[in-house]
């Protein structure tokens, strides 16, 4: 099975800033990458597919990139509203992994 | 508009059976993988398998594989996971999501279910 490793576990930060999230593959996934958010008591929410396009309706302040095995996800100029755990999923093959998350904490 | 409803909260002892259910509408439910995913409680997503309505092809994590049971009904546009016995680690909360390409079960989720929350005490 392909594993997916996020860094970092917890990030703290504050509204305007800029953070970038990591996620790693324990091999190549070429650019099969979904990133999702996840708020307490929420479903989860697709923010990113393909590693780089935009879901529709997610504002464009995220971003992805990434291929193969390393990834990222820039929230640039963070809103109040996103803070929230994140996660990322591959689906090269099955079983479609998630990453462990990442919680993004008001700093 | 696309809507996956899942069943409500089950309170289950130790040893016995569960089935729970998530009901697509707003598309061609027969033409879309549906995925299962657990989640502990205050823990991650751990993506446990994936169904697709037209032949009930099935893919299972290892690690759910024996554990859980997935079905669909496509005359009732449903999906089901199944347990025969719980077991107390078994309590989470489950998602069902559908992937955002038709046909393709290795795509991401794009709509998800509420969730279901199971929990498991004797």
């Known amino acids: 099975d392909i594993q997916m490793t996020q860094s970092p576990s917890t990030l703290s930060a504050s509204v305007g800033d800029s953070v970038t999230i990591s996620c790693r593959a324990s091999q190549s996934i070429n650019t099969w990458l979904a990133w999702y958010q996840q708020k307490p008591g929420k479903s989860p929410k697709l923010l990113i597919y393909k590693a780089t396009s935009l879901e529709s309706g997610v504002p464009s302040r995220f971003s992805g990139s990434g291929s193969g095995t390393e990834f990222t996800l820039t929230i640039s100029s963070l809103q109040p509203d996103d803070f929230a755990t994140y996660y990322c999923?591959?689906?090269?093959?099955?079983?479609?992994?998630f990453g462990q998350g990442t919680k993004l904490e008001i700093k | 508009e696309v809507q996956l409803v899942q069943s409500g909260a089950e309170v289950k002892k130790p040893g016995e059976s569960l089935k729970i259910s998530c009901k697509g509408s707003g598309y061609n439910f027969f033409m879309y993988w549906i995925g299962w995913v657990r989640q502990l409680p205050g823990k991650g997503l751990e993506w446990m398998a994936i169904?697709?309505?037209?032949?009930?092809?099935?893919r299972y994590s290892p690690s759910f594989q024996g554990q859980v049971t997935i079905s669909v009904d496509k005359s009732i546009n449903t999906a089901y996971l199944q347990w025969s016995s719980l077991k107390a680690s078994d309590t989470a909360m489950y998602y069902c999501?559908?992937?955002?390409?038709?046909?393709?079960?290795?795509?991401?989720?794009?709509?998800w279910g509420q969730g279901t929350m199971v929990t498991v005490s004797s």
């Open positions: 999501a559908r992937p955002r390409r038709y046909g393709a079960g290795n795509a991401a989720f794009d709509f």
């Open positions: 169904i697709y309505p037209d032949d009930s092809d099935t």
């Open positions: 999923q591959h689906y090269n093959t099955d079983p479609y992994t």
